[in-house]
């Protein structure tokens, strides 16, 4: 079936460190794939989306490409802040039945 | 101000008193879906309706029923609850159709539930 794998957290980083938080899947059909980031004792919010093949989506300082070829769709940013710790969540929703497939989650930290 | 709430926010409770844990949103948006996070398992969705009277499972639905008689509510309910069903809920939602798949899903805060 459908899923999502996430690298493994804790993530813990200096400010303005470069941020990779892996992300891979697999599903049939073309998903659109999602990062959301939840904040402590928060829901979760959209940080970024793409729809299609090769699309980027950014927000925030934060990237991510839809990779078809490699079924990836890692987040990036080139300078995190204190202010970035959370969780970051990967998550793909299916062309065909509307389900969303959310990964495990992975915990940033970033120290001052 | 655009928003989904849920209650309660936290309930305690014992296994096999049935309860419910109402969602409502404002937005007019026809996809809502209820989700369970649980540590080290993310979230999983354990049902989702693309509007009124139209309900589906997600990857957990076992031990939880759904309704949706109006577009702004989608209560989720546990008849008889079980200590495997304690977890923190979320109940979300967005646009559906085409749009659904390039849609943003607003959160509600969640649900804390203990079942003793």
């Known amino acids: 079936g459908d899923s999502v794998t996430q690298m493994e957290g804790p993530v813990t980083l200096s400010e303005e460190a470069f941020l990779t938080i892996n992300c891979t899947y697999t599903a049939t059909g073309y998903p659109s794939l999602f990062w959301y980031v939840q904040y402590p004792g928060e829901g979760l919010q959209l940080l970024l989306k793409a729809t299609k093949a090769d699309d980027k989506g950014s927000n925030k300082g934060f990237e991510a490409t839809y990779r078809k070829e490699t079924t990836s769709f890692h987040l990036e940013k080139g300078s995190v802040q204190v202010s970035d710790s959370a969780v970051y969540f990967c998550?793909?929703?299916?062309?065909?039945?509307?389900?969303?497939?959310f990964g495990t989650g992975t915990r940033l930290k970033v120290l001052a | 101000e655009a928003q989904v709430t849920q209650n309660p926010r936290y309930l305690i409770t014992v296994t096999g008193k049935k309860l419910t844990v109402t969602c409502s949103q404002n937005m007019n948006h026809e996809y809502m879906s209820w989700y369970r996070q649980d540590p080290g398992l993310g979230l999983r969705q354990i049902y989702y309706s693309m509007n009124v009277e139209v309900t589906d499972k997600g990857d957990v639905p076992e031990g939880y029923k759904v309704s949706r008689k109006e577009k702004r509510n989608f209560p989720l309910i546990l008849e008889s609850p079980s200590p495997n069903q304690t977890s923190l809920y979320f109940c979300?939602?967005?646009?559906?159709?085409?749009?659904?798949?390039?849609?943003?899903?607003?959160f509600g805060p969640g649900t804390r539930l203990t079942v003793t």
């Open positions: 998550a793909l929703v299916t062309s065909g039945t509307y389900k969303y497939i």
């Open positions: 979300a939602s967005s646009n559906t159709g085409q749009v659904l798949r390039s849609s943003e899903q607003y």
